[in-house]
């Protein structure tokens, strides 16, 4: 199975762009990336997810490297209510009933 | 993004005694369902999974005959904690993933949560 690894925390100034890194070397070739955030005592909320190239959506941009072993979360102008743990997740396939494995995240902390 | 429904959203139970939690998925059919257990300031632990009208897979290490899980239609899944005791105590989240299941570009959908409280 792919793993991720995350840094446990970051901060940001409201209003500026949060990068929000993970690593995972050993993914395989068709396995995507998800990303989700969890607020605090609610269940995780999708944000975006993909495969090879990068992709953007209303709530963020995501990054993947050439050789797929790193991406990049961005959320470009991050607000208070931003202020979540964020998890980086390669689906992992399972005899077709593929599951979602949740590392430890992100949290990351705006800051007015 | 589609909306799954958990119920109810918080509960407080005896032990010993047996709590249902549903899960529904209001906007789209669901063939496969995910239990998810999170206890304080930990990440969320997979329970098991369910496809509608088959037995649920559980994970490692969680008790089948306690946990029981029902995934009758796609659209409902239920979680019954069984003789639940202080330690069965935790956030439950609910997962659904839509009906054309098997493809890497399915999102999965996340719950609100159960807040379970066991005295």
């Known amino acids: 199975d792919a793993k991720t690894t995350q840094p446990p925390s970051m901060d940001c100034a409201e209003g500026r762009a949060a990068n929000l890194p993970c690593n995972h070397s050993t993914i395989s070739g068709n396995e995507y990336v998800y990303w989700y955030r969890q607020i605090h005592s609610q269940g995780p909320q999708y944000i975006i997810h993909g495969l090879k190239n990068n992709e953007t959506n209303e709530m963020a941009s995501l990054i993947i490297t050439e050789d797929r072993k790193s991406s990049t979360l961005i959320l470009p102008h991050a607000t208070l209510r931003d202020t979540a743990v964020y998890y980086c997740?390669?689906?992992?396939?399972?005899?077709?009933?593929?599951?979602?494995?949740f590392g430890k995240g992100t949290k990351l902390t705006v800051n007015p | 993004g589609a909306v799954v429904s958990q119920h109810p959203s918080r509960v407080i139970c005896k032990s010993g005694t047996s709590v249902k939690i549903e899960c529904r998925s209001l906007?789209?059919?669901?063939?496969?369902m995910f239990w998810y257990r999170q206890f304080p300031k930990q990440s969320l632990m997979l329970m098991a999974t369910?496809?509608?009208?088959?037995?649920?897979?559980?994970e490692q290490g969680v008790e089948k005959d306690k946990f029981l899980i029902n995934h009758a239609s796609l659209t409902l899944s239920t979680l019954t904690v069984t003789s639940a005791h202080p330690e069965d105590s935790s956030f439950y989240i609910c997962s659904a993933r839509g009906a054309s299941g098997g493809s890497s570009t399915d999102t999965q959908y996340f719950g609100p949560g159960t807040r379970l409280t066991v005295l």
């Open positions: 369910s496809n509608e009208g088959s037995k649920a897979t559980y």
């Open positions: 997740i390669v689906r992992v396939p399972q005899g077709g009933s593929e599951k979602l494995v």
């Open positions: 906007d789209f059919q669901a063939t496969t």
